[in-house]
């Protein structure tokens, strides 16, 4: 994770430390429950931020190591500082809270049955940080080595390969290893496999080190994946809350790296008749003209609307703009007679939704 050491500028370090602290944190709640693991940090939001001792440096360090966060003879104690206080800062959360589910992925917790994730012996297949761990990317083991990813791959264990691995498999099929050149372009060239399986086919053929065959299967990959998220997008939805809003179009949405948004055309009865999904292309794609974005509902007779838009990271909670826009929404559903079910903001970590929080008035 080169975004913890200190050359990453501020922006690149917050991105990817909001991304740890969501993979950690979902780990932890798939080890004891969600319920369970945020009633700990409600507790432990009480006291005061408790000093790293012995007992939780030591598995912390070692965390970090496997991680590839720090060298075998680097400073852990003085790391762990900056780092707690560095995530904190960029998921908005208490220090504290950042210390107690580091603490709980190293060591473990008894009183909520969590067994440490990265213990002496590492819970691998339960982590979601294993994309960036050098411990389970370089494996030293034998045992760890010598099954192929194609093989982790057929046995189920998926969230064991690296993006370069799964890769690896899809280009190259039961010999893919991971460290053939074209991986590593293909990762240099987009950054995330988001990127790579939202671009356009031509792109591939001029990549360097991928033959055309091997072109023609990411290309297929892609095609796949727009068709799989059109059709989930075409069966029939009704909406009776937030949760379902988010339920469908998180997915697509939360991972996209500026703000876009879909106006779900709905019936009398909440059942979308169709979504309208709008450009890109801007970093407020989801604050386009009021008229514009109730031009489909109009077209299609729709009775109500709910919309919904994404916060690229970790925070759903509306900005100025958002109140502000929303507002106007509203003022043009109640000129045009069009009931507004919801407007939903969708991040990493969850959604804010205006119904539920009583935000759109009447």
């Not at 991105?15 to 740890?20: A, E, S």
């Not at 948004?261 to 059942?271: I, S």
């Not at 109009?298 to 919309?307: D, G, M, N, T």
Request: include cysteine; aromatic fraction near 6%.
């Amino acid at each position: 994770m080169a975004t913890a050491h200190e050359g990453a500028d501020g922006s690149e370090l917050d991105r990817d430390l909001v991304t740890f602290y969501s993979r950690l944190t979902h780990t932890l709640e798939n080890s004891c429950g969600r319920d369970a693991l945020a009633a700990r940090l409600a507790e432990e939001r009480r006291e005061a931020t408790p000093a790293l001792d012995g007992a939780t440096l030591h598995p912390l360090s070692r965390a970090f190591r496997r991680l590839g966060l720090i060298g075998p003879s680097a400073d852990a104690a003085a790391y762990a500082d900056k780092f707690i206080a560095r995530t904190a800062e960029a998921v908005s959360r208490p220090a504290n809270q950042v210390t107690l589910l580091l603490r709980l992925f190293s060591a473990g917790d008894d009183a909520l049955g969590i067994r440490a994730v990265c213990g002496t012996t590492p819970q691998c297949v339960s982590c979601q940080l294993t994309r960036e761990c050098d411990h389970f990317n370089k494996p030293r083991k034998p045992e760890m080595a010598s099954l192929s990813p194609a093989v982790r791959l057929m046995a189920g264990k998926e969230e064991m390969l690296s993006d370069k691995e799964l890769l690896s498999v899809v280009l190259f099929g039961e010999k893919g290893t991971g460290q053939e050149p074209v991986i590593a372009t293909l990762l240099a060239r987009y950054g995330r496999m988001l990127a790579i399986a939202r671009a356009d086919a031509h792109e591939f053929l001029g990549i360097h080190d991928m033959a055309k065959a091997q072109a023609l299967r990411l290309a297929a990959y892609n095609a796949f994946h727009r068709r799989l998220l059109a059709e989930k997008r075409g069966d029939r939805l009704r909406i009776a809350s937030a949760q379902d809003i988010y339920d469908r179009y998180a997915p697509e949405l939360r991972d996209a790296p500026v703000e876009a948004a879909v106006l779900l055309l709905l019936d009398n009865g909440n059942n979308v008749i169709r979504d309208a999904w709008f450009s890109q292309d801007s970093a407020n794609a989801a604050h386009v003209a009021v008229g514009d974005l109730l031009r489909p509902a109009i077209q299609e007779f729709a009775p109500r609307v709910a919309l919904v838009h994404n916060h690229p990271g970790n925070n759903p909670n509306p900005s100025i703009s958002d109140l502000d826009f929303t507002r106007r929404l509203r003022g043009g559903c109640d000129l045009l007679g069009i009931g507004l079910v919801d407007h939903v903001i969708v991040a990493e970590s969850g959604y804010y939704s205006f119904a539920e929080q009583g935000m759109l008035g009447g």
